[in-house]
Structure formats: structure tokens, C-alpha cells
């Protein structure tokens, strides 16, 4: 199977998924937007273009504008959102940030690696990676939320490998994979706002895991389908390779990246 083949099958399903590419400029438009103090005067002005700037008729355009924005954001937030737990937070934790990072990083790599070892597929220490010393409290942060997504990665792999082992106890399965966080320096980053403009980054909180795995097909459709998840959703970030041998019986590979999104409370 090539990459062609994958989204000429799945057209409808990527373009609902695969908009990691994209996202900062939709989520800037539409929160800059909802929190431009701009906004309700250029549309009393186009409301009101004889007379008081700030009569009745315009007061209602923009009430009804921001209204309009507030559902926007709502409806980006509940496709685009992925909610940290409370254990990959450092607020409420009795040790230091840099020490509560290591505890959890240790604990999560040795839950996924029992995991795997259980399945009997193929992860290595060396799979699952993410900055090992990151300085300041937000590069602190920043990891732990991409640790997270390394699990989630991970839960869903496990999970679409045992959904196809439950429909045939001979299917491959999940064969190997690995995750890494990418380091922020890495990682695209949005334009800076010019004067006077909203800076998403206030609003947002992003972080990117790339990943690779081979399995049969339909362990790597039922991981794929897994991405979008109510308040857990993992954002497809293009461009997304399926590759497999000339050979039969040999396990597809697929190798990509998603982005979690969390949107901070204001």
C-alpha cells in the first residue's frame, strides 16, 4: 500500500484529521479574533456609518459578531482539543519540577515497555525519547505534555493491535514502533503577532511526537481512526507515509507526526 492508495480510500477521514499543518493559522484567526479589542468597533462602524458611532443598531452587530466567534472558538476547541491529565501537570506535586519530570518519565517508558513486551512487539528504550534535561519551568511542561502524547501514542497502538488480534487471534498485529517529542526548537513555530494583534500563544499550548511503527493493515487503519478522540484528540500532521515490501506476509510501515493542542484557560 502506498500513501495514494490510503488517501483516495480515506479522503473524508484525513481531511477532517490531517490539519496539524494548519491549525495556528485557523486557532489565530478565529481567538484573535474573539479576543481583538478591534473587533466590536470596526463592526459598529460598518453597522453604523451615519449618526452615533456606538447606537443601538451597532451595539447588536457587535454582540451577534462576538457571539458568532465565541461559537466558533467553542466548535474549534471541542475538534481540536486535547486535555492534559493531572498527572502530567506540575501544579499540586510535592518535589521539584525537574524531579517530578523524571518520575514520570521513568514510570511511563517502563509501563510501555511492559506493555509491549506483553504483546510481543518490538520497543526499545532508544524508541521512546524526549529531551532529557530541559531548562526552565515551561521546557519543563512542554516535555511532560509530549510524554503524555508519547502514551497516548502508545495505548492506542496497543489498543488497535489487540482489536485485530479479538478479530483473528492469527493476525500479525502491531510488529514494533517508537515516539519521540520533538524538542520546541524543532518545532514550527507560529509567526509573532505584529502591533496590536493577538498572540495565539497566550491561548494555545502545542507539542509535537513523531512517530513510525509497522504493523498488519488493519492494525494501522484502527490506530489511525483512534487519532480523534473527544478532549483527547492527537492532530495528524502532514505528510503521513505508508510503505510496505513486495512481499506478502511483511507488516505495512507507517511513519507521521501528530500535534496535541490544549487550549489554556483565560
Same mark, same amino acid.
Given at each position: ?12 477521514? *484525513? ?58 472558538? @467553542? ?7 486535547? $486535555? ?36 510481543? $512487539? ?16 515551561? !521546557? ?5 505534555? &509530549?510524554?503524555? *502524547? ?19 487471534? @492469527? ?25 496590536? !494583534? ?30 480523534? @478522540? ?5 492532530? *495528524? ?22 500535534? &496535541? ?6
Amino acid at each position: 500500500m502506498d500513501v495514494g492508495a490510503f488517501v483516495q480510500e480515506n479522503k473524508r477521514w *484525513l481531511l477532517g484529521c490531517a490539519i496539524g499543518t494548519v491549525v495556528f493559522f485557523v486557532a489565530k484567526a478565529v481567538v484573535g479574533s474573539l479576543y481583538d479589542p478591534e473587533v466590536p468597533r470596526r463592526s459598529a462602524h460598518k453597522s453604523a456609518q451615519v449618526g452615533p458611532v456606538y447606537d443601538r443598531a451597532a451595539l447588536q452587530a457587535a454582540t451577534t459578531e462576538q457571539a458568532a466567534l465565541q461559537v466558533a472558538r @467553542q466548535q474549534l476547541q471541542q475538534e481540536l482539543t486535547y $486535555v492534559q491529565d493531572a498527572a502530567f501537570q506540575l501544579e499540586g506535586k510535592p518535589m521539584t519540577p525537574d524531579e517530578y519530570l523524571g518520575k514520570i518519565g521513568r514510570e511511563r517508558k517502563l509501563a510501555i515497555l511492559r506493555q509491549a513486551n506483553e504483546r510481543e $512487539v518490538v520497543v526499545a528504550d532508544k524508541d521512546l525519547q524526549w529531551p532529557p534535561a530541559p531548562q526552565g519551568v515551561d !521546557e519543563i511542561r512542554a516535555v511532560l505534555f &509530549g510524554i503524555e *502524547l508519547v502514551e497516548a501514542l502508545s495505548q492506542r497502538l496497543f489498543a488497535a493491535h489487540d482489536q485485530a488480534r479479538r478479530a483473528d487471534p @492469527q493476525a500479525m498485529g502491531l510488529v514494533a514502533f517508537g515516539c519521540k517529542v520533538e524538542p520546541r526548537r524543532q518545532q514550527r513555530a507560529p509567526q509573532k503577532p505584529k502591533a496590536g !494583534e493577538v498572540d495565539v500563544r497566550e491561548f494555545l499550548e502545542q507539542q509535537r511526537v513523531t512517530f513510525d511503527f509497522k504493523s498488519d493493515e488493519a492494525t494501522a487503519y484502527a490506530f489511525l481512526e483512534s487519532l480523534r @478522540q473527544p478532549g483527547k484528540t492527537l492532530v *495528524l500532521d502532514v505528510p503521513l507515509k505508508m510503505t510496505r515490501t513486495e512481499r506478502r506476509n511483511d507488516p505495512v510501515a507507517v511513519s507521521g507526526a501528530v500535534v &496535541g493542542i490544549a487550549f489554556k484557560e483565560k
